[in-house]
C-alpha cells in the first residue's frame, strides 16, 4: 500500500478516534444492554413471522410498544392491515441528511422436524441463540431498535434525524413493504444513508478473517427460452425435435463466457483479498485486475471452479433452472420451454443482455424472452463516503480484521432505497463459515447466532450510528 494512502487512514483513523470521544457522554454499561438485548431478541424470535403469510402486523405493535414506552416518535404504514411497516424517528437539529436504519420483520419458513431447538423458541444453549430469524434478519432489527433506544436514553444531540424502517415482505411481498413504502411513503425513510442487511464479518475457527460490507446487488430477472417444432414418433428422429433444440440452445448458454467487468466494489475486493490470502491465491486475485488478460482469463477459469461465488460478481451469469419439454417417452414434443437465472451487474441493461442471450443461441425456432416477475431495481454505492469509512473504522476497531466490499449475487430490500438515491450498506455480525455447510445458516434447515457476536454487533452498530448522526 502506498505510503500516501497509509498516512491518509491513519489521520482519518485518529480524527474519528477524537470525533467519537465527543459525541458519546459515557461509556455505555454494556453488560445490562446486552441482557437487555438478548431478552428482546428471544421475543422477536419468539414471534412467528414466517412469510408466507407473514404476519408482520403482531411484531410491528411489539416493537412499537417497546420504542412508544421511551418516548420514540412512531408510524405504522400498511396497505394489508396483517403486513404493517414501522417507522420510528429521533430528531436531530437537520443540518445533515438522516440515516436510515433498515431491518425486515419477515422470516422464511420452517420445517420444524429438523430443528434442534423449537424454532420459534429464541432457545440460548451454550453460546448459541437458535431461532428462525437468527441471522436473518431479526439480529439487524434488534441491533437497529437497541440504537434506537440508547440514542433516546443518552439524549444525544443529533445532526441528522436517525430513522428506523422495521419492513415487511423482503423475503416475498415487497409490494407490502419496501415497494410500498418508496413508491408511496418515501418522505417518512428518505435519508442520506441507509445501514441494512448483507454483510457480516466471516470468521474460522473461531478467529474473524474479514469484514464483508454490502455495497451492490445485482440484478435478477429470469429469461425464458420457448422452443418450437413439429410433433413426431419417437421412433423417427427428426432434425427439428424440440428437445434437442432446446437442449443445443441451453447448452450454448452454459459454455457462453461473459467478459469481466469492474467496479469500485469488485476492484476494491479483490486487492483486498489478495492483501490477507495466500501467495497462489493473492496473484490469482491480482491478475483479475487486469481484465481481458490471459492471466485474468486462467485466474478466473480457477474461480470458476473453486470460488464460483466470487467469480460470479466479476461478470454477468446466465443459470438454466427448469426446462418443461415432453409429456411421453415415445412422443417428440412439439414445444417446450426453459427457465434461465439471469443475474446482472447494476449497470447492464435488461433488453440489451436479452438481446445477447439471443445472439448467443442463434437459432430462430428458440424465443427468448423474460417473463413476468418481478423485477427489482439496483444500483452500487461509492466507498468514498463518510459511512463507508465510519463503518470501515469501527469495525477495524472491534475486530482488528481488513473490510471488503462486497456485491451480492441474491437480492436485498436496499436495492429499492438504493434506486431513491440512497447510499445504503449491508453490516452484520460475526459468522461462522463453518456454520452453512452445517446447515445452521440463513435459509438453513436450523438457524442460530453466537450469543456474543450477537453483542459486538449491537455494539459496533451502535457506535456507526452514533459517529454518524451525532452532533460533532
Not at 413471522?49 to 420514540?72: C, D, F, Q, R, Y
Not at 429438523?114 to 440460548?124: H, R
Not at 473461531?206 to 446487488?217: F, H, K, N, R, S
Request: charged share 20%.
Amino acid at each position: 500500500m502506498p505510503i500516501s494512502r497509509i498516512l491518509f487512514r491513519a489521520l482519518i483513523s485518529t480524527f474519528l478516534c477524537f470525533f467519537s470521544l465527543t459525541v458519546t457522554s459515557a461509556e455505555p454499561d454494556w453488560d445490562a444492554i446486552n441482557q437487555e438485548t438478548l431478552e428482546h431478541f428471544q421475543a422477536m424470535l419468539q414471534i412467528d413471522t414466517s412469510n408466507p403469510p407473514g404476519n408482520e402486523t403482531v411484531l410491528v405493535e411489539h416493537i412499537a410498544e417497546i420504542l412508544s414506552a421511551e418516548g420514540i416518535d412512531v408510524e405504522i404504514y400498511s396497505n394489508d392491515p396483517d403486513r404493517a411497516n414501522l417507522v420510528a424517528r429521533i430528531r436531530g437539529n437537520g443540518s445533515k441528511q438522516p440515516l436510515l436504519l433498515m431491518a425486515h420483520l419477515d422470516v422464511v419458513t420452517v420445517d420444524p422436524e429438523k430443528w434442534s431447538f423449537p424454532p420459534f423458541g429464541g432457545t440460548l444453549n451454550e453460546e448459541w441463540i437458535y431461532g428462525r430469524g437468527a441471522v436473518d434478519d431479526k439480529d439487524n432489527l434488534v441491533a437497529s431498535m437497541m440504537t434506537m433506544l440508547m440514542l433516546k436514553r443518552n439524549e444525544i444531540e443529533l445532526d441528522r434525524d436517525v430513522i428506523f424502517l422495521a419492513e415487511a415482505g423482503e423475503e416475498g411481498g415487497v409490494q407490502f413493504g419496501v415497494e410500498f413504502m418508496t413508491r408511496e411513503n418515501f418522505e417518512a425513510i428518505d435519508a442520506e444513508y441507509c445501514l441494512a442487511e448483507g454483510g457480516s464479518v466471516v470468521r474460522a475457527g473461531g478467529e474473524a478473517l474479514y469484514t464483508g460490507v454490502q455495497t451492490g446487488e445485482k440484478k435478477r430477472r429470469t429469461a425464458v427460452l420457448t422452443v418450437n417444432g413439429i410433433a413426431g414418433h419417437g421412433s423417427i428422429p427428426t432434425r427439428n425435435n424440440a428437445v434437442v433444440l432446446l437442449g443445443q440452445a441451453i447448452t450454448a448458454l452454459a459454455e457462453w463466457q461473459e467478459p469481466i467487468r469492474l467496479s469500485d466494489t469488485t476492484t476494491t475486493m479483490l486487492a483486498r483479498l489478495a492483501d490477507i490470502s495466500s501467495p497462489e491465491s493473492a496473484a490469482r486475485y491480482r491478475a483479475l485486475l487486469n481484465p481481458g488478460s490471459a492471466a485474468a482469463e486462467e485466474a478466473m477459469l480457477y474461480l470458476l471452479d473453486n470460488e464460483p461465488g466470487t467469480a460470479a460478481l466479476l461478470h454477468n451469469t446466465v443459470t438454466p433452472t427448469i426446462v418443461n419439454i415432453g409429456y411421453r417417452y415415445n412422443v417428440i414434443p412439439s414445444a417446450g420451454t426453459a427457465s434461465i437465472d439471469v443475474r446482472l451487474l447494476p449497470d447492464e441493461d435488461f433488453d440489451s443482455f436479452l438481446d445477447a442471450i439471443a445472439t448467443v443461441i442463434d437459432d430462430p425456432a428458440i424465443e427468448v424472452s423474460w417473463d413476468d416477475g418481478l423485477v427489482r431495481p439496483s444500483a452500487a454505492v461509492q466507498l468514498d463516503t463518510e459511512a463507508f469509512q465510519v463503518i470501515e473504522q469501527v469495525y477495524g476497531e472491534h475486530y482488528g480484521v481488513p473490510i471488503i466490499p462486497r456485491m451480492s449475487t441474491g437480492a436485498t430490500d436496499m436495492s429499492y432505497v438504493r434506486a431513491k438515491g440512497v447510499s445504503c450498506y449491508g453490516i452484520g455480525p460475526g459468522i461462522d463459515r463453518e456454520d452453512v455447510p452445517l446447515g445452521y445458516g440463513a435459509h438453513s434447515d436450523q438457524e442460530r447466532i453466537l450469543e456474543q457476536e450477537l453483542y459486538l454487533f449491537v455494539q459496533a452498530y451502535h457506535e456507526i450510528v452514533v459517529r454518524l448522526a451525532a452532533q460533532q
